[in-house]
């Protein structure tokens, strides 16, 4: 299930500019079950947010830097015996491909992984934590195991290839856009 942002609440426990921090400071809690999930920004992301201005604050919350207000989600699914992803490493499974991230893996015991390895395998009743374009995270969580659920997972290499040559022109254009810019400062200065 693609799991939105009830709120955005801010945790750390860590020194933000060389003063201590017990206030709330950065995080984000998503789901509505007794025990949501949080994400915590951890102490190497502090001199990230020591940089930001002050009034960035809300502008910079983790829900905005994941692009989460528009078309990115974050996604919780467990694997069933016919789900596609089912005993596939992660390296086979290539969601990168897809433009889909592996945030981390909860196995049935209660064991949690992060940031795993390609080389980890999916078992049924496996719980992948997901990162990528809610349409992207909807599809796969339906995709069953087959020739269909391979095609599937082909057209989206082919889409998210796509996507990605267009964000490719789009940062030439900004680039270009900034070499101009840099030069005509240069110009009038």
């Not at 919350?61 to 490493?89: C, H, M």
């Not at 992660?90 to 897809?98: F, I, K, P, R, W």
């Not at 889409?159 to 680039?175: A, P, S, T």
Request: charged letters at 25%; a negative charge; one cysteine or more.
């Amino acid at each position: 299930m693609t799991v939105r942002p009830q709120h955005v609440t801010v945790v750390s426990w860590d020194i933000i500019a060389g003063v201590p921090v017990s206030a709330p400071v950065g995080g984000v809690v998503w789901g509505s079950e007794p025990a949501p999930i949080a994400v915590f920004l951890p102490p190497c992301f502090h001199p990230v947010l020591a940089r930001l201005p002050e009034t960035a604050g809300a502008q910079w919350s983790p829900y905005t830097l994941l692009n989460l207000e528009r078309d990115y989600s974050v996604g919780r699914f467990r694997i069933q015996e016919d789900s596609w992803l089912a005993e596939k490493t992660l390296s086979e499974a290539d969601l990168g491909g897809e433009g889909i991230l592996v945030l981390g893996i909860f196995h049935d015991d209660g064991s949690y992984i992060g940031a795993p390895r390609a080389r980890y395998k999916i078992h049924p009743g496996d719980t992948l934590v997901l990162y990528g374009k809610s349409e992207k995270l909807d599809e796969l969580e339906q995709r069953i195991a087959g020739r269909t659920g391979e095609a599937a997972h082909e057209k989206s290499k082919q889409e998210h290839e796509r996507e990605l040559h267009e964000q490719d022109i789009e940062e030439g254009e900004h680039e270009a856009r900034r070499e101009e810019s840099e030069q005509t400062g240069e110009m009038t200065a």
